[in-house]
């Protein structure tokens, strides 16, 4: 059932992205659209380093967790984790913002500056995904990432059809909408903060065992990959 729901999400997903993309490209024009799918792609591949295999740690540990109550806990530890992870990455995204126009000859630094505190969702994702696959609650995943779309594609259309649409406004909807998103399922994990101090030195040492030697070969895997179709992107654009 839960896979079942997973695969209709994921068609639900890509038709919903693909009106999305529509309605980027007709309104923002090449230049802020790809100021836009830049944004994205920078954020993405940044993103990846901001783990250090804490959530799969985490996601080990729940899935071997047989005790409901230190289920939640768990959870609440993680959503503590991931507040950290996203503080340092919009500390990292603020610093990036005074020299990305001169490392990239583009024009976005100034809305990094402004939108750093919002990229504080953006490792989230990979928090959710951790958290539904170790405790078994697949369906939270497709709710996590269906509701963020639904709500940005919204966003994107009143602006687009009053004519106010821009690249500001679109990288502060994507943002925005992922944090409703987290809102709405927040509720389902039930986190309890309790024995703090207990569950993050589990998943240190889980992580020092086995978390962060996972996290450094899939980031290699994964920042390779991004890199290299970042790199195919650059060499087939226009001069």
Request: aromatic share 18%; with cysteine; net charge positive.
């Amino acid at each position: 059932r839960q896979t079942g729901l997973l695969f209709g999400s994921q068609l639900v997903m890509i038709a919903i992205g693909f009106a999305i993309k529509t309605i980027q490209t007709k309104y923002l024009g090449p230049e802020a659209y790809g100021l836009y799918a830049f944004f994205g792609s920078f954020t993405g591949f940044a993103v990846l380093f901001f783990r250090f295999g804490l959530y799969s740690s985490l996601q080990v540990l729940i899935s071997e967790n047989k005790n409901p109550i230190q289920e939640k806990e768990l959870f609440g530890m993680g959503f503590l984790i991931n507040l950290i992870m996203g503080i340092l990455f919009a500390i990292f995204v603020w610093v990036s913002s005074y020299f990305i126009d001169d490392w990239f000859e583009i024009e976005l630094g100034n809305i990094l500056r402004v939108l750093a505190p919002f990229t504080i969702i953006l490792p989230t994702r990979s928090l959710i995904q951790a958290m539904t696959v170790g405790s078994n609650k697949v369906y939270i995943l497709p709710i996590y990432d269906n509701v963020a779309k639904a709500f940005f594609i919204i966003c994107l259309l009143l602006f687009a059809y009053s004519g106010t649409l821009n690249v500001y406004y679109t990288i502060l909807f994507n943002l925005i909408t992922s944090i409703i998103s987290l809102g709405v399922v927040f509720r389902q994990f039930q986190p309890q903060f309790n024995n703090l101090e207990a569950h993050f030195k589990t998943i240190w040492d889980k992580t020092k065992s086995y978390g962060f030697h996972f996290y450094l070969g899939s980031t290699a895997n994964q920042s390779t990959f991004k890199s290299v179709s970042y790199t195919h992107l650059r060499a087939h654009e226009t001069p």
